[in-house]
């Protein structure tokens, strides 16, 4: 059964600014540690110490260019989702950060021009599917491109290793 | 078939005539690579697959360079699991603790050749296509998917053509021209696309600071970075005894997405200011800013190989490191060590006052080595300058070449190489 929970999500926004590579995101000292749960506790942790208190599931990040440059860590798109954190949306992504993040099934959204519109603690709904993003607590309505299908179907499955296993069954 | 290299290398992993930017393929790579950061994590999705075998053990690197020599219980828990699961899987291209960074390893023992397609779990893997190969980083739960299943799908990406003219002054070497195309695309300027170099100036460019010059394309967002094979490709796979590969050049025709050119003539040394790699300025203007240092690092797979020892053998010689500075260089692999000790370089370096280390990953991210408080200062001829990769937030790192590194060291703040050398 498809998940279709995940194409609508709604959260409290936390925001970014530009560059913010993994290190800020999960700090270096961390990667040793596989454990999701683990890696959660210091999402943030140099730059925004109350995030990981504060943050709520479903909460979204809302962030400028170039969110998550930097080392190719997995770790941090982990801590986010492992925090609780249903989406991370930015005016753009490094590509390695995109990719583990649809990876491990955390939605991660370009949205041109979203970051000078949104503020700290306004209330998000993302349809994934048509490709809307509305900022409830300012009524303003943002476009973006949907995800390819095989991306949707990865989603669905809850991320790239049940997808790979589904694939393998099919032989293919 | 038409196109950039890059098209033409996908294109032909994809078994398919032409591709075009923007399309998705889904290749087999021809060689993968993990580390001991994210081979931990790629294992853990791995075993939660429940699948008993790789895809092919012939195909998959695994080199422990990050967190060595042995840093800390978890670190020396995680090379066992991954030293096990070597021996187990029948991974006989494996490298443990000592032998030196992934992505240099990978050149030095020849795996990178051009054509082929590499994928390996740290963004640095771009260095790769300095030897005329596509490669490019991805995650670990994507890794452990293609060591199940030996694919991936990669979107073709746009490419960007750069134009190196002209000889490059003395001082001035791959890390300059990385930092002047930087300072012109920022840091997210190629972000999806290649980087594909040109020009007459390449020849200028030895392997080791082409390494360099794709290396720090990862920093401007770049999905990989390409120079075609020449003349300087085939002396580096000779000396290899490589011989049987195949060239595939880009066509004359190939549309770019945008076209830049950089007469190296015209480049002075180049330091990149906290926080961003992209805040660049000259050498000499920064050090009329008296900026006062603490720390200075020779390594990384940025700039840890012998054209970085030997320059900072010619800084160094019958020179002292400033008191008050600790200055590390840490040669890339075992080999250049071994070339550094047999060239007196070592010597040198110890009578300066440097402390050399054994060949790893560590002084780019404080990784058991390197470390900085916060009102600290460090250069370093690494790639990131970022806000807390040496540990404390507020501490300050300066990018530079391996000689801007040296005489900085001995000077106790960030100058140009010139001013202490002459050469200007």
Same mark, same amino acid.
């Given at each position: ?113 979203? #970051? ?21 607590? #300012? ?34 | ?11 032909? @992993? ?60 978890? @670190? @020396? ?42 994928? @390996? ?304």
């Amino acid at each position: 059964m498809k998940d279709c929970s995940l194409f609508i999500v709604s959260g409290k926004v936390w925001t970014f600014g530009d560059n913010c590579d993994t290190g800020q995101i999960v700090p270096g000292r961390y990667i040793p540690v596989t454990d999701s749960h683990e890696l959660a506790k210091h999402a943030f942790e140099d730059v925004a110490p109350n995030f990981v208190k504060e943050v709520q599931k479903g909460d979204i990040v809302v962030a400028g260019t170039n969110f998550g440059c930097g080392s190719s860590r997995e770790h941090a798109p982990k801590a986010l989702k492992f925090a609780g954190v249903s989406a991370v949306v930015a005016e753009s992504f490094a590509r390695i950060f995109y990719r583990n993040a649809l990876n491990i099934g955390l939605l991660a959204i370009p949205v041109f021009g979203i #970051r000078k519109e949104t503020k700290q603690g306004d209330l998000l709904e993302i349809d994934v599917t048509r490709g809307i993003v509305k900022n409830c607590t #300012r009524n303003k309505t943002f476009k973006f491109v949907p995800y390819d299908q095989f991306i949707i179907d990865m989603l669905a499955e809850g991320g790239i290793t049940k997808y790979t296993l589904k694939m393998l069954e099919k032989n293919d | 078939m038409q196109g950039t290299l890059t098209q033409k290398l996908l294109a032909k @992993a994809a078994g398919r005539e032409a591709v075009q930017p923007g399309e998705i393929v889904h290749i087999e790579p021809d060689l993968v690579m993990t580390h001991d950061h994210q081979g931990p994590m790629t294992l853990c999705e791995f075993n939660q697959m429940g699948i008993k075998k790789v895809w092919n053990p012939e195909k998959i690197v695994i080199v422990l360079d990050h967190r060595t020599p042995t840093q800390s219980t978890i @670190a @020396a828990q995680n090379h066992q699991l991954l030293r096990k699961f070597a021996k187990d899987q029948g991974i006989t291209r494996f490298f443990d603790v000592g032998e030196g960074i992934c992505h240099d390893i990978l050149a030095e023992k020849g795996f990178v050749q051009p054509g082929k397609l590499i994928v @390996a779990t740290d963004s640095h893997t771009v260095t790769a296509g300095a030897i005329g190969a596509f490669a490019t980083g991805i995650g670990s739960s994507e890794m452990a998917a293609v060591w199940a299943r030996g694919k991936l799908w990669l979107r073709v990406p746009e490419t960007i053509k750069v134009i190196l003219t002209g000889k490059p002054p003395a001082f001035v070497g791959g890390k300059d021209v990385a930092l002047k195309l930087l300072q012109v695309l920022t840091t997210d300027g190629a972000t999806y696309k290649a980087v594909e170099f040109h020009g007459d100036g390449l020849r200028y460019l030895n392997m080791d600071e082409r390494m360099t010059l794709c290396n720090m394309c990862l920093e401007m967002g770049a999905k990989n970075a390409i120079i075609p094979p020449d003349e300087v490709t085939e002396d580096f796979l000779k000396e290899k005894e490589i011989t049987d590969y195949e060239v595939i050049t880009p066509d004359k025709n190939a549309e770019y997405s945008r076209v830049i050119e950089i007469n190296l003539l015209d480049l002075e040394p180049l330091v990149a200011k906290p926080y961003s790699p992209d805040n660049v300025a000259a050498a000499k203007e920064v050090e009329e800013e008296n900026v006062v240092i603490n720390q200075a690092i020779i390594g990384t797979c940025t700039n840890g190989r012998m054209t970085d020892m030997r320059l900072a053998a010619k800084i160094l010689e019958g020179k002292k490191v400033k008191p008050g500075v600790r200055f590390l260089i840490v040669p890339a692999t075992k080999k250049v060590y071994l070339q550094a000790v047999k060239e007196g370089l070592v010597e040198i370096f110890t009578n300066a006052g440097a402390m050399v280390g054994v060949p790893c990953c560590g002084p780019c991210g404080a990784y058991g080595m390197g470390a900085m408080a916060d009102d600290e200062v460090c250069i370093t001829a690494g790639s990131r300058n970022f806000v807390g990769r040496l540990g404390a937030p507020e501490a300050r790192i300066y990018l530079g070449n391996s000689a801007t590194v040296a005489a900085s060291a001995v000077a106790g703040k960030v100058i140009d190489p010139r001013s202490m050398m002459g050469g200007v």
